[in-house]
C-alpha cells in the first residue's frame, strides 16, 4: 500500500479493533485450538487469544486486533485496518463479542479416579517417563487421574503443602494435545519437587520436567529441584526462590524454539536483577525434553547429553 494516506473514521477503526481474532486466522489458513477459556495459534504455541485482544506469554505483550495484524503479519496501520474490515474474501469478519464479567470460581482440584491406570500407560508408553519417576509424585499427591476425564493432574502445592495449582493433560490419544490450567489456580504455584542441593531446573512444562529426570534418574535425582512453570511465566519460579533461598542455582530448560529461547532471556534477565548470577541454559536437542527421551529410548545411542554439575 505504500505511504498511501486512508482516512478511516472512528467507526471503522473500533470495528477493526473488535474484530474476532480466531476467525480471522482462520479466513488465513491458520490453525487455532481451544485452551480452556482461550486460544491458542499453532504457528506461535506462547501466545493466546481471547476474542480480539492477544497476549504473547514470551514476551509479555499484547494488545488489540489491529496491533495484531501489524506484529504478526508485518502491516503498517492502514494495511492493518483494511484487512481487517475486508479480509482476503472482500467480506467484513465478525465483529468478538465483548468479554462477559464472571466470578472466578475458587479453585478446586478436579475429583480424583479411584486408579491411575490410564496415567501410568499414558506416560509410559506414550511418553516413555520411568514408572518410578511417576510413582514418586503419585505418593507425594502431586500427580493423579482425574475421574470425569481421566486427565493426568500435575498439582502445585503452597509451603504448607495445600494444592493451589492444577494443570490438566489429557491422556487420550486421540485428543492428547488437550491441556489447561484448573480454574482459579495460582500461577505462584507450580507442579515441582523441592530438593537440598542449591540447583534448580526450570521447565515448561510437567511432561518435559518428567522427561529430564527419566534421562537422569542415576544421578540421584531427588537432591536437586524441578519446577514446571506450566507455560512461559516466570511467577512459580520466582515464588519457590523466595520461599527456598537455599535455591541459588538455575538452569533453564525451556523449550528449544523460538518462544521457549525468547522466554529464557527474558527469564535469566529478571533473574539477574533479582541478585541471581549462577544461571545456566540447558537446551534440548529436539523441541522439548520429551522429544529428546522418545529419540533417546528408539535410537542406540543417546542423541543429546547434557552435563550436570552436581
Known sequence: MGGIYIPFSEEQKIRANNIDLVDFLRSQGEEVTRSGHEWRWKRHDSLTINGSRWYQHSAERGGNAVSFAQEFYNLTYPEAVTL???GERGAELRQAQPPRAKPQKPFALPEANSNMRRVYAYLMKQRCI???????FAKAKTL???SQY???VFVGPDENGVPRHAHKKSTNSLGGSFRANVEGSDSRYGFCHIGNSDRVYVFESP???LSFITMHKDKDWKTHSYISLCGVAEHALMHALETHPHLRRVGMCLDNDRAGLEAAERISGKLKQAGYDNISRLLSHEKDW???LLAQRTAPEPVCEVRMSM
Open 144 to 146: 493423579y487421574e482425574d
Open 207 to 209: 511432561i518435559d520436567m
Open 290 to 292: 520429551n522429544a529428546d
Open 130 to 136: 520411568d514408572p518410578d519417576v511417576i510413582t514418586h
Open 150 to 152: 481421566h486427565n493426568a
Open 84 to 86: 481487517l474490515l475486508n
